[in-house]
């Protein structure tokens, strides 16, 4: 718990957060560097506006960690009218309880994608768009068989999105095709406000790739 990113940011003037995905108990939150745990909501709205009040509080720069569950064990029902119409992953056969799963991973992706947009809607309503890197990551594969607890593509391959104020200037909506890892996060976000990389770090910083 003490190699957590969120040491790093706590010394370099950073305020730590937690929304969604808490632990067990509270008295963990410190050993990780976490100054604040905001209770999380079912609600995506609501989600989205806790999130939002916490990063407009002012005092100094903060990072805060949203957690969501939805595309782990939580998926929504799924729409019986879509199940029919979609199709499953190549590695699953096509049959109508397979399809009433891809369909709630669908229905999971737009919930997601939902308080994703929600929360930016937000900080672009505080003035904070231009001014907050918002990274979007998931740690594993879909929770379907064959994908999650699996050492295959679709088990490790996860999504990595960065949108904000970019010392690159890359151009927006740009792919960049190369082999990433979530353990790059943390030197990247150390290259970005400066503070010192930790010499344990496993990870590369991705600024180089922006360039």
């Known amino acids: 718990p003490e190699r957590h990113l969120n040491h790093v940011l706590r010394a370099a003037g950073y305020r730590t957060g937690l929304i969604g995905i808490h632990g067990a108990d509270s008295t963990s939150y410190d050993a990780v560097g976490l100054d604040d745990a905001i209770p999380p909501s079912e609600e995506s709205a609501e989600m989205a506006r806790r999130a939002v009040g916490y990063i407009a509080d002012g005092g100094k720069p903060c990072c805060l960690t949203m957690g969501v ?7 929504p029902p799924a729409d019986p009218a879509e199940a029919r119409h979609v199709q499953p992953p190549p590695h699953r056969p096509d049959a109508p309880e397979i399809r009433a799963d891809t369909a709630a991973l669908y229905a999971g992706v737009r919930v997601v994608d939902h308080l994703v947009g929600l929360t930016l ?24 068989p064959g994908m999650k607890c699996n050492l ?57 790739l922006l360039r």
């Open 69 to 75: 569950l939805t595309m782990d064990d939580r998926l």
């Open 121 to 144: 809607d937000g900080l672009a309503a505080q003035g904070l768009l231009e001014r907050t890197l918002v990274v979007v990551l998931s740690d594993h594969g879909p929770a379907l």
């Open 152 to 208: 295959t593509d679709a088990g490790t391959g996860v999504m990595l999105l960065l949108r904000g104020p970019d010392p690159q200037q890359t151009p927006p909506g740009a792919v960049i095709d190369a082999p990433v890892t979530n353990l790059d996060v943390f030197p990247t976000l150390c290259d970005i406000v400066g503070a010192t990389p930790p010499p344990w770090l496993q990870g590369k910083s991705l600024l180089p």
